[in-house]
């Protein structure tokens, strides 16, 4: 079931390149569109007077429960239909509805509007992920998915960016206009940009294509993506199934990371304009650091020693782990803080690149875009939505119970469910030795 890597991989072009510099940037506009709600956290909870289970629902379930399962449904797509044409749809409709964001004037519109973003934003990265798998050799897809989760680290730092430094002057509500009309004038180049040939850079060459039609939905490839295959994949490969637990894990802290503004604003009393300023900016810096590392890296590992880039992950992850969690406990400000809270950002941006390429190395030609929405699946309804939730409940809670720092130890909470994430990868690692030692 694993497609193994090719002796003489194609060259690759310069447009090859192209396409990759233009997905990362439509990535970046993507991360920028979904955490604009946690960088103005502090403003718009106020606005709307919500309270931390409203705010961990519009940032958790809300939106990553459909952003979630409609991933699944476009890896499907992805690999059965043009997938810049499903890219420019998804685009469309996310931007119009990040518009829609600013307009908002309660929990159940904004609510709404969360939720239909979500359906928009899935279609990116299975699609993407799909394309750059016809693009570069078996060899390079970690350092083209790094590149390509380049978007993660700039996107969410310019979030906070756009709040700290455009907020002030332009109001929440018209930053959330101006990047709407942004993602709709992006879809001009999608709908130009040709479909790469499927299969191109595997062995044996090119897989049937879809048939080409105007119309956008077209049956093209045998099932591969039908729910049966995805169920026998995962029981004949452990390591695509333990890789995708340690992603779910990983994904917990993420999740709530989304109470990031509100935590350092209210218990660690920063000034909110400011502290998103240099959030944003850590966040642009190390977690662009992060990403490189992470694609570059784990590729050089993977060459060397055994286990593949997932052993590459949880050896990193041991590393880092006592900063990412000492620094809540450091005094604000400190150099120590700083450090873990870089730390963090770090991590979470080199798993991308390493995990995603790795997951389409050990997924079937015609079922890559599936196995894509997959893992976002797990990654962000189980992970990202189950932290973003039960760190708003839990926080709610302590609060009710008299606690000076809710906020804090919610955050801690999910930071210790991310150490799960080692066993996982240890042992998606060791059957990635037994199954096919090459990666």
Request: net charge neutral.
């Amino acid at each position: 079931m694993i497609s193994k890597p090719g002796a003489t991989p194609q060259k690759v072009s310069a447009r090859s390149h192209a396409i990759l510099g233009f997905l990362m940037l439509l990535n970046v506009l993507n991360i920028i569109d979904r955490n604009l709600l946690g960088s103005f956290g502090p403003q718009i909870a106020e606005d709307l007077n919500l309270s931390d289970s409203q705010f961990g629902l519009l940032t958790g379930l809300i939106f990553v429960f459909f952003y979630a399962i409609a991933g699944l449904y476009m890896g499907v797509l992805a690999d059965k239909v043009h997938r810049p044409r499903l890219i420019a749809l998804g685009l469309t409709l996310w931007s119009i509805l990040t518009a829609y964001s600013g307009l908002a004037k309660n929990f159940t519109q904004i609510a709404i509007a969360r939720l239909f973003i979500g359906v928009g934003e899935s279609s990116l990265s299975p699609a993407s992920l799909s394309l750059l798998s016809d693009l570069y050799p078996q060899k390079r897809r970690g350092m083209a998915a790094g590149i390509y989760y380049l978007g993660i680290p700039l996107g969410a730092g310019a979030s906070f960016l756009v709040a700290g430094l455009l907020g002030p002057s332009l109001g929440w509500r018209n930053c959330f206009l101006l990047l709407g009309a942004l993602g709709v004038v992006l879809t001009i180049p999608l709908l130009l940009l040709k479909e790469p040939h499927r299969g191109a850079m595997d062995v044996g060459g090119k897989i049937d294509q879809p048939t080409p039609t105007a119309d956008l939905f077209v049956e093209g490839a045998d099932g591969g993506g039908k729910i049966r295959d995805v169920v026998a994949l995962l029981r004949t490969n452990p390591a695509l199934l333990f890789t995708i637990l340690g992603a779910i894990f990983l994904h917990i802290p993420v999740g709530a990371g989304q109470f990031a503004l509100l935590w350092l604003v209210r218990e660690r009393g920063f000034d909110s304009a400011e502290i998103a300023t240099v959030y944003g900016m850590l966040f642009l810096v190390f977690g662009t650091i992060g990403t490189l590392f992470g694609g570059v890296a784990s590729d050089w590992y993977q060459a060397r020693f055994s286990g593949g880039r997932i052993r590459f992950l949880a050896i990193l992850m041991l590393l880092i782990t006592p900063f990412t969690i000492g620094y809540r406990f450091g005094e604000s400000g400190s150099v120590i803080f700083y450090m873990g809270m870089a730390a963090g950002f770090m991590f979470m941006s080199a798993f991308y690149g390493p995990a995603f390429s790795s997951a389409q190395d050990l997924s079937p030609i015609k079922m890559r875009g599936t196995i894509a929405g997959l893992l976002l699946l797990a990654c962000n309804l189980v992970g990202l939505g189950l932290g973003a939730v039960l760190t708003g409940v839990v926080s709610d809670f302590l609060q009710g119970s008299g606690s000076d720092q809710p906020l804090t130890w919610a955050l801690i909470f999910a930071d210790m469910c991310s150490l799960l994430t080692v066993p996982m990868f240890f042992w998606a690692s060791r059957y990635i030795d037994r199954v096919n030692p090459d990666l």
